[in-house]
């Protein structure tokens, strides 16, 4: 087996220490983007809530609309059997 020296052993850790600070700093970079999509996530589902929001409302206000069709329509078949002077 081969004779293993200080210096080898020292130059294998500073390798070592290279790739261990890259593999560091990748991790840091794809934290990064995971935090950006994080946000644009949460600025899609605010988006979306939004939409959703603006929907019910004229969905609410459609739905008094055609009350007020209905109502209409009502009195005016109604108004047709009323006696007329």
Avoid: C, W
């Avoid at 220490?17 to 899609?44: P, S, T």
């Avoid at 959703?52 to 047709?80: G, K, M, P, S």
């Amino acid at each position: 087996m081969a004779d293993i020296s200080n210096d080898l052993m020292y130059e294998l850790l500073k390798r070592m220490h290279a790739d261990i600070a890259d593999v560091k700093l990748g991790q840091r970079e794809i934290k990064a983007e995971v935090n950006a999509m994080r946000g644009a996530i949460v600025a899609l589902h605010q988006d979306i809530h939004n939409l959703h929001t603006t929907l019910a409302r004229h969905e609410l206000r459609l739905d008094r609309i055609e009350n007020r069709l209905e109502l209409r329509e009502l009195a005016e078949a109604q108004a047709r059997f009323e006696p007329h002077p």
